[in-house]
């Protein structure tokens, strides 16, 4: 069975300041790996995502996410945070081997609160 | 591009009602994937429709099913509602279902059972 955690229910963090909201995942095999963004009463916006290749990806909005295979990690990072940022953000995960499901395991999400 | 249009944005019902839910893909867009958010269980997977075919289920009763149609637009149907039905649902379309893709999302059906 695969599955994400993020481990930090809330991020709190000064605009101009670097963020990072962390996830670690478990999955048979290869992984490919999403982030998500929520703004209130709003679907899922895709933000960035990992297939293979190099380990450091970028997304919209000047995020990217640093995948790190011995430490089971995706790491989103943004150098200087803005107070546009504030939103809830999520985490995925999908198998590369696991037959023919597609379903998307989601993280429980996390806060990130960026203040002036 | 028009987006993923999930229809209505908000309903409320009664415990023991039934609901139909609608989601019209990204055109071109032929998996569509359907998922329940609530503060208590977070996102949850319900199930995907990939060319008319149920091609994957979650973890949830019988009551919660789904179609797809030849245009690719989908329909969830939840029967006997119950008070622990109300939640975020939320329909994602994808290219061709494959794996490496990204699930594009539509605003979502906030359904509250009273």
């Known amino acids: 069975a695969q599955s994400v955690a993020q481990p930090e229910d809330q991020v709190n963090v000064a605009e101009g300041n670097p963020l990072t909201v962390k996830c670690t995942y478990s999955v048979s095999g290869n992984p490919y790996l999403f982030w998500y963004v929520q703004y209130p009463n709003r679907g899922l916006q895709f933000l960035l995502k990992?297939?293979?290749?190099?380990?450091l990806v970028k997304g919209s909005y000047g995020f990217e996410a640093e995948f790190n295979k011995s430490q089971t990690s995706f790491h989103l990072k943004k150098p200087s945070a803005l107070v546009s940022d504030s939103a809830l953000y999520f985490c995925a995960v999908r198998g590369v081997n696991t037959g023919t499901a597609s379903k998307l395991t989601f993280g429980t999400g996390t806060r990130l609160q960026v203040t002036l | 591009k028009a987006g993923v249009t999930q229809t209505p944005r908000y309903l409320i019902k009664t415990r023991g009602q039934q609901v139909t839910l609608s989601c019209s893909p990204i055109s071109g867009h032929r998996s569509v994937s359907w998922y329940q958010q609530t503060p208590g269980q977070g996102l949850q997977f319900l199930f995907e429709?990939?060319?008319?075919?149920?091609?994957n289920k979650g973890n949830f009763p019988g009551r919660f099913s789904g179609r797809q149609f030849s245009n690719s637009r989908s329909e969830m149907n939840v029967s006997t509602l119950e008070l622990g039905d109300s939640a975020l649902y939320l329909c994602?379309?994808?290219?061709?279902?494959?794996?490496?893709?990204?699930?594009?999302f539509g605003q979502g059906t906030r359904l509250t059972v009273v």
């Open positions: 429709y990939f060319s008319e075919t149920q091609r």
């Open positions: 994602a379309s994808s290219l061709a279902g494959a794996r490496n893709t990204e699930a594009f």
């Open positions: 990992y297939i293979t290749g190099d380990n």
